[in-house]
């Protein structure tokens, strides 16, 4: 029987590759792994988000298997709503954590009934089609991760999930080596691996390690504790809240996605956080400072979290005093790092003692540093190696590690989103591009938002706009009115009405001896003329928009 | 005699207290601190720079005796053409290399004969009317820096300026311990610091200590080698073409800032490079590869900087090919990541051998870590401290370091622009507060540029704009022609005729039905009808202008 080829199809995202999207297909039938969004750059106005590419996924509803997600983070799980915009009755493979909070997703996204949501628990093996696929356990940022073996008639590949080899983790369940080591002695085809922390030498640190760090903020606080981190950072929660406990601090949590998260994981038994020790923020605000934790979300400095309205004293509830401890556990996502620190001022600005990453180690990266990428090489031994989950950047440097490792440079592809993959006979081979840009989404808007209006955007931003609007004789293209001049973004100021009113006989002489030579590129003229006019008095090139009516 | 007091003023910044201007006054006489600009954050929208607000200084001209000036940075000099649209006839003192550089920005900008640059060499002294100046040489990512001993009848107080303590530095001048020991026994009255790496422990490292990842970069470097870096760094540049000579390459620089400060600086003996190593790029570009070092501007990702054009092949005289070796040698600026990031990924899809600071050693900061800090309050010994030079963050902890090395509470002040601070009798007290908002610069326009403006920016650039122009009855408020919809930003796609078609009808329909309650609310109606139609249609809330005209 002639084997088929086994293809790989990373999708999706903003420079970050196969991290929110990827697909592998054999005999023209699809398994997808992970459906994310990724969050726009500063440069990217009025954008609220990024999705995946899915035309390649386009009317292939009846060919594709199943959606396998690893763990339940944004930028793997946010896209979900909108891949069910373009497929139906698509069934969801996920572990306990990780199918809870997708079905929260689907559920407000009201797309519940446009899929099945199988639980699949780290460990179990299940088929779609001709993949068998292995789950296994891995640490990272959140609980319930889970790494992938996948085993076609064309090879077994594996694929790390995001993870890092965290060896004491807050819910003490390492990672699965035994299976990662089962793996390397079944020949492996191809590894795709997690690059995100591919820069940085050594290995991260464990979740346990930034317990010292609490304690002594926990010891040093005088007053209220505050602190802010990701909602989904479940491990964080119950490490802080544990500490909160031995100090005889009630636990408030404040925001709906933290809210819902704790619950759930509550639920299912991924946090221990007993009932009498959690109390509202009405009661918080009434207990002594000192017998208070609150947790709530913002430490990206986001404008309308918590923190980010805690910060600028615009939160409804409470305010932040003389004598709060304030920490934001996390780190700065690159992009927010000017939002963070404006946050971070207002805090101190406010009389808070401030806690974040530059004074204390309370924030741990959850991916994989080069020797944890190194140790997963030496694991699994693949014949071919594929840094996935990164930027360009971070791709090409765990390539690095592959070679230093010994794998042979041209079995090591770095490849961007929609370079597929192919596999034969145990051979791979770059093969052909499927679309793979950027959607992006604003409002619920999706694709229709597209770079035209993002650039037109930018100019708009850049300089602002004037609108001229000209009532004109149709047969001598001569005023009936004064010119009406509308602008927004351009000027403001004492001299505002002296430009309009230059402006404005500018116009009208223009139109007066433009008479004499009859032409009918008014238009075209005045708008040249406002601009120029406008450039020099301003030095600003403004969006002109000339708008003549013939009467 | 009654004893004046002496009044200290910071200005300047988007949140750097005192970074960019500082005043003292005595007796009604002042002297200036620098005056540089500021580069705006990404929300900033369409703003170039931000100057100080010189608002204090109108219109005190007579009582103003010369303006400081510390070192050539931007950030410290940037400001002075505008300062002298404020000011005629103040003069400027500054040391050999920084009155070259400023001469050379107030020749560009024309502003040359509205000052006298006097050249006072590091150690030098002089007097402004009752204030004494001693200068004294500090080490820092520029030649030729200092710090200020400024003796008044009201006491002596000293000022850092921005600084490092640098054991090695390149030039081999480190900074003047002995004068900082000398001002210590002199009973200080205040010192003024830099607060930029107040949460960074330890020291920074030397200039000198990246000579080792510099001589690792060129023994590897195969093909050509191309380094970009800030274009004042006038010590990198002297480091990297001495290394280069070492390795028998030759040294092209390209850009006209850098090509300005690498004459200046020759020309001054703050730099050796003899001529037979320096080539044109003509000449770089016909010379083996292995025989040509590239230096250029654009370490920040700048997309106008030679770098920047280089990553995205818009640089007409060549192009970045496989075997070139590229280096980053700086750290982004806050702010900057991204855009540096996307340069860096760029560079590797080049397919060049990238090199920046995650990989590698190949930048140091220029100022000073906490021990130098507690190096400085050791050695001046003030009786008040005053952090300057950061934002809010670093000044709240320069001031812990403060308390920690003995100083009282109650004789720290942390104090953002605009507060004043008065000494009298050898005691501190806030005063009054003088205006110190931003100043906002666009194009060559100061000031007209302001937050209303940005504001309605942000709120193009986040959602576009839409005209509705109405030409109507103006007895019964008809329509007397079809409504006319122009919009920029907003939507685009296939659709958009189709949404612009119904909003068309909407209008008239409403028009029509108007007609019968005769209101005169017309245009604040169809603003709503209009805004709810698109918010229905896109989820979008542009600015929407209605327009009517009556005839």
Redesign the interface.
Known sequence: MKQEELQFIPLGGL?EVGRNMMVFGYEDRYIIIDCGVQFP???M??VDYIIPDMQFLQGKEDKILGIIITHAHEDHIGGLPHLFDVLNNVPIYATPLTAGMIEVRLARAGKLTKTKINVKKAGEEFDLGKFHIETFHMTHSIPDSIGLAITTPAGLIVVSGDYKFDPTPIDNWPSDFAKLAELGTRNVLALFSDSTNS??PGTTPSEKDINKAFEEVFVNARGRVIISSFASLISRLQQLSTIARRHHRKICIVGTSMVDNVNLAKRLGYLDLPDEWVVTLEEALHLPDKEVLILCTGSQGEPTSIMGRLSTGKYYAFSIKEGDTVMLSSNPI??N???V??V??RL??MGAN?IYN??LSVHVSGHACQEEMKLLINLVKPEYFIPVHG???HL??QAKIGELMGIPKNRIFVVENGQTIKFHHGKARLAEQVPASMVLV????V??M?L??MH??????????I?I?L?LDKDHHGLI?DP?I?H??????K?TPDIEEDLRRTIIEYCGKKNSTGTNNIEKNIEQIVRKFIYNT???SP?V?V?P?YF
């Open positions: 420079g750059d500063n440069s106005i009025g820069e940085r690159p992009g790092e000017e939002r620190s404006a971070i001022n101190y600005r401030v530059s004074l930027e360009l950047r090409y440097n604003d409002g619920t808007n694709g229709d597209n035209d209006i037109q955007r930018e100019r708009l931003a850049d300089s602002g706009v609108v609007t009532m009115r009406q509308i927004y973004g351009l000027m403001s100021g001299e301003t030095h600003r969006w928009i708008n009516f």
